[in-house]
């Protein structure tokens, strides 16, 4: 029987914590994927239906409540109706790797290891230094040997193993006195614990009048060097088309970023936020759905649980099909025999840029949805 994962425990430190117990094991095959270095969709997929969450709402649920996904993506376009976009059919994207070093916050491991019997590593951002809680340095370096937390140094089990016989929370911890670096870790923790989404252009709004206010009171400016330079951020966020497909990957970290020097928190930034657009949708909401394949426009498949089956989205359509150019270039995308609802694996090769066909949705019973549905409680 596996372990129960805990609120905010990273996915190795899941799994190896399962490791480490006797009498836990995994078959021959999810072994051999979770000894791999560096993890990508493959090792979520299968953490997630190990947990009893299945398909792409078990594989978002497992990115937004034990990765630092949640960073990337609070903020959303209006017309993207996924979570993750097309990271549940693709490869590309490295979720974990031993590679990385690993930090903790002693004074977390003392308290779990008081209340639980056993500490874990938490899932962070790789930029925080500091606990959010606490207010003290995360180590990245053991005190007892000073080896480091990654590959070459110490293993992820140490963390249950101890290091000659002192668990990791016995460390003194290191009170921070950077405030810069307390409020990026609180930030930080509060993206990941936001129910809703913000959308990209009512951010936008807010931190373009914040930064008016900045250039009429030049002692607010605070940590901003040029205030001028963020304009081309905010005119990029406005645009609202359904037709231009992957503009705010990169985008949507400069706008938090902004955010970040301009509010004491993200909470108060999410307030204003809420307070222009009251009806933002919740996280949730898009766990569902995915981007299936990459094309001049983004194209979504819902997964429906209940009956085994999967929507078919295209935001585009109704604007793309008035358009003689586009119906020109892409004949078989008008062809109503092409069936385009099912997105049969063999459709489109040229424009399917993934290893597998979109998958099928597995019919769940009611106790299935329950345990994948099921929100933890905040701690």
């Known amino acids: 029987m596996l372990l ?6 990273s996915l190795r430190s899941y799994v190896e914590r399962n490791l480490f117990v006797p009498n836990t094991v995994f078959d021959n095959d999810a072994a051999e994927s979770f ?54 059919l693709s490869k590309q994207r490295n979720f974990d790797s031993l590679s990385t070093v690993r930090a903790y916050c002693p004074v977390c491991a003392k308290e779990d290891k008081q209340s639980l019997g056993y500490s874990y590593w938490r899932r962070i951002h790789p930029d ?3 606990c959010a809680k606490h207010n003290v340095v995360l180590l990245k370096t053991c005190q007892f040997c000073n080896r480091p937390f990654a590959r070459g140094g110490h293993v992820v089990s140490v963390m249950w193993g101890g290091c000659a016989g002192r668990h990791l929370g016995e460390a003194q911890p290191v009170v921070n006195r950077n405030l810069g670096a307390l409020r990026l870790a609180q930030f930080f923790d509060q993206v990941c614990r936001t129910d809703d989404h913000i959308y990209i252009d009512t951010a936008a709004a ?37 037709c231009v497909p992957w503009k705010y990957y990169a985008l949507t970290k400069k ?13 108060d930034f999410k307030h204003d936020c809420h307070q222009l657009e009251p009806n933002a949708p919740s996280i949730r909401s898009f766990w569902d759905t995915y981007c299936c394949f990459s094309s001049n426009t983004q194209i979504f498949v819902r997964e429906i649980y209940e009956l085994g089956v999967a929507e078919w989205l295209w935001p585009a359509f109704e604007h793309l099909s008035r358009d003689p150019t586009y ?16 997105i049969p694996s063999d459709m489109h090769p040229s424009r399917n840029h993934y290893d597998a066909p979109c998958p099928g949705v597995r019919r769940l019973t009611r106790d299935e949805l329950v345990v994948m549905t099921e929100m933890p409680t905040q701690g």
């Open 128 to 130: 925080v230094q500091v």
């Open 206 to 242: 807010i931190i373009e009048g914040k930064l008016v206010n900045c250039v009429a009171n030049p002692t607010a400016l605070g940590e901003l060097e040029d205030v001028s330079g963020f304009g081309h951020y905010i005119k990029r966020s406005r645009i609202n088309d359904p």
């Open 255 to 267: 706008i938090i970023e902004l955010a970040l020097s301009l509010y004491e928190s993200f909470d």
């Open 4 to 9: 129960r994962i805990q609120k905010d425990e």
């Open 35 to 88: 000894s791999r270095c560096n993890w990508n969709s493959t090792q979520v997929k299968l953490i997630a239906d190990l947990l009893g969450w299945h398909g792409c709402y078990g594989f978002n649920k497992l990115l937004h409540q034990h990765t630092d996904y949640p960073w990337e993506v609070v903020l959303k376009s209006r017309f993207n109706y996924s979570y993750s976009d097309d990271a549940y």
């Open 327 to 342: 119906r020109n270039s892409f004949p078989m995308v008008w062809n109503p025999e092409s069936d385009l609802c099912c």
